[in-house]
């Protein structure tokens, strides 16, 4: 009969779960734990400089692979330092097991030293939450938290392990079953039918696409069922890379900087064929004005999103690719000329970017030509901003799980760690992460974690020395009136990568940028390339917050 | 300070009401849970009342809630929360928790 400390319980869950890597930052409270992994033979532990930093390098490998991933940390500090990549995680619906140290039972209620209630902080962050009260009990939470972590609609599970929980022995019968495979509730396929139908009888149906597509591994049938219906596609932020951004059929992203012929079309649909998405308001705009004139399909695994927001006159409780296994041998094959042509016709009067070319300081030509270099194997992260937006906008995305960005909770300094967590899953890959001057700083400090671990992450900082969403928003909506928007001093972000032991590269005065990205790369291992961007150039078009998605503003080069 | 008259009375709401019966798992966070997502969602709660039942696992719990209120999307964030293990709408059930409720009005 096994005889074991309620730590070596969690980390011998862990090594049967099948888990290799975890993220994470000791302390006083989790030490028992920490002393149990440094036992493991299978685990490999990657020490971060900020908890924060642990939690979005754990969602950079589930963002990447699709599997739940761990991170810990201690008590107090740590757990309020891991929270925002926990709601991070929740909204965007990654799976991940966070395991925190907490203060021994017989301490807990009476502020003792680090003591925070982590488990009342995180309950809204999480999809479920647990305080452990007995290291017996760990035998039964460890292999449910994986369960409630990757199946149905994926998400975060936080256990708190109070310190004597964690040394206290217990004597067992038998080890649990891990959990190996997602185990989703039965679909609810009865609207199926009228679905089809409905998808039938369109005239101008959209494909309204997003993450849970992604979760559900159906971007197969996505497209398959696009192409036999000949039906134009819209993404989501968290669904790019379901269709190839060149994808005939692809509309790409839709929503607040949209391009402008996407809303236009999505104007003129009678049919939304929503699946995987939760009609968030930056992708729906002021949501009583989005594709007024069409009825809705919503497809979700999460019964809770079917009429949230839009009332659906078909609604599929079920996984999105067991929707489109059922929908595609009912749906007629279909050219759709009028409605094709209705928005090449649309998209050739309202071209998608300015002509800009290759040249420090504009942003389109400069992804597109990283685009080139990384190659279509690698994966892209980005931090929160303009330079976020503007990947979006222009990436020649081929595959999903390509893209890494924290599209729900919008969190500035995701971009660098989920890069680094990516390269750890992926160590044959290249990775970049695309971020700007303000977001880098919010996690400066992993470029410590990404030279130490070896990764290949190429960090590319459009540096505009400024909060630039926040200007721009500041520009027209705030009558220019620039506030707490810049820096005023200029950070040397080369000199910086170079004192973490990272090479870097700056493309400011270069005399060929292009020879100085080939440069970057092409050497293996992580660097940081600077590149200088124009404060003014802004993220357009932009549909105002609140406002209908008709409205949209700045596109200049669009309007004709 | 001494106790009004509007003290002494449950509440008469002027909206219809109606009652949902939770049986969830008895635990010391699960309160939290529920009120925490009635708050968080911004869905109206008017009253709660909570009791241990059988061996003391799991508990009942009955809502009384604002009819009008969101009734499908609050039944459905309920059953999402893992410590929910059924949810009922018992309109039929109303008489005798206001009844509970005026009990509770006149302890004082």
Redesign the interface.
């Known amino acids: 009969m096994p005889r074991l400390s309620g730590a070596q319980i969690i980390i011998s869950q862990l090594e049967r779960q099948g888990i290799r890597l975890i993220t994470g930052i000791p302390g006083g409270a989790n030490l028992p734990i920490y002393d149990a992994l440094a036992r493991s033979t299978t685990i490999r532990h990657i020490l971060t400089r900020h908890e924060q930093g642990a939690g979005f390098i754990a969602q950079g490998m589930a963002r990447s692979t699709g599997q739940p991933a761990v991170c810990f940390a201690t008590s107090g500090p740590g757990a309020t330092n891991i929270l925002t990549a926990l709601a991070d995680a929740y909204l965007d619906s990654i799976p991940l097991v966070c395991i925190t140290g907490q203060v021994p039972r017989t301490l807990l209620g009476t502020d003792a030293f680090q003591e925070v209630d982590t488990?009342?902080m995180s309950?809204?962050i999480t999809?479920?939450n647990y305080?452990v009260r007995s290291a017996a009990d760990l035998l039964t939470i460890l292999p449910k938290a994986f369960r409630?972590a990757g199946s149905g609609r994926p998400g975060p599970v936080l256990i708190d392990v109070p310190k004597d929980v964690q040394t206290e022995m217990v004597e067992f019968v038998a080890w649990p079953e891990p959990f190996l495979a997602a185990d989703h509730l039965p679909s609810d396929l009865k609207s199926v039918g009228q679905a089809a139908a409905m998808i039938n009888e369109a005239a101008r149906p959209i494909l309204y696409l997003g993450g849970g597509v992604i979760h559900a591994g159906a971007a197969a049938e996505a497209r398959q069922l696009a192409e036999q219906s000949a039906i134009p596609t819209v993404m989501t932020l968290m669904g790019l890379g379901i269709l190839p951004t060149d994808h005939p059929l692809s509309l790409g992203m839709l929503g607040m900087h949209a391009c402008r012929a996407t809303n236009l079309a999505m104007e003129e649909c009678d049919l939304l064929i929503a699946a995987g998405v939760r009609f968030d308001d930056r992708a729906t705009g002021r949501i009583s004005a989005f594709c007024p004139n069409a009825k809705v399909i919503h497809v979700d695994i999460?019964?809770?999103e079917i009429?949230?927001l839009r009332p659906a006159d078909a609604g599929i409780t079920s996984d999105a690719r067991h929707a489109f296994a059922g929908l595609l041998p009912l749906v007629q094959p279909r050219q759709r000329r009028r409605w094709n042509d209705r928005i090449q016709r649309l998209q050739k009067d309202f071209p998608r970017f300015p002509p800009q070319s290759f040249a420090p300081g504009k942003p389109f030509q400069l992804i597109r030509r990283l685009a080139e270099l990384a190659g279509p194997k690698a994966l892209i992260s980005t931090d929160v901003g303009k330079h976020q937006m503007w990947v979006a906008q222009s990436y020649p995305f081929t595959t999903p799980r390509q893209l890494l960005t924290s599209g729900g909770l919008g969190a500035m300094g995701f971009g660098l760690p989920a890069a680094i967590g990516a390269s750890l899953a992926f160590p044959g890959r290249p990775v970049v992460c695309f971020s700007g001057d303000g977001s880098l700083q919010m996690n400066i400090q992993e470029l410590a974690t990404a030279v130490e671990q070896r990764t290949s992450v190429k960090t590319v900082v459009f540096n505009n020395q400024s909060l630039g969403l926040v200007r721009q928003q500041q520009r027209l909506f705030y009558e220019r009136h620039y506030f707490a928007s810049s820096y005023s001093i200029s950070v040397d972000f080369t000199a910086i990568a170079r004192g973490f032991g990272m090479r870097a590269f700056d493309l400011n005065g270069a005399a060929d940028p292009d020879h100085l990205l080939r440069q970057a790369m092409v050497e293996p291992g992580p660097c940081l390339i600077n590149v200088p961007i124009d404060i003014e150039e802004d993220v357009t078009p932009m549909v105002p917050p609140g406002a209908a998605n008709t409205t949209m503003i700045g596109d200049d080069h669009a309007s004709n | 300070m001494p106790a009004t008259d509007a003290d002494l009375t449950a509440a008469t709401l002027a909206s219809p009401t109606t009652i949902l019966r939770l049986t969830v798992n008895n635990h010391?966070?699960v309160m939290?849970?529920i009120c925490?997502l009635f708050a968080?969602r911004a869905f109206n709660l008017e009253g709660i009342l909570c009791t241990a039942i059988g061996q003391g696992d799991a508990s009942r719990i009955w809502l009384t809630i604002d009819a009008a209120d969101k009734l499908?999307?609050i039944v459905?964030?309920l059953?999402?929360?893992?410590d929910v293990l059924a949810i009922e709408e018992r309109p039929d059930a109303r008489e005798q928790v206001g009844d509970m409720a005026a009990m509770m009005a006149r302890i004082g």
Do not use: F
């Not at chain 2, 059953?79 to 893992?82: D, G, P, T, V």
């Open positions: 488990y009342g309950m809204s999809k479920h305080l409630l999460d019964a809770s009429g949230k | 010391p966070g939290l849970q925490g968080r499908d999307q459905k964030q059953a999402k929360l893992e």
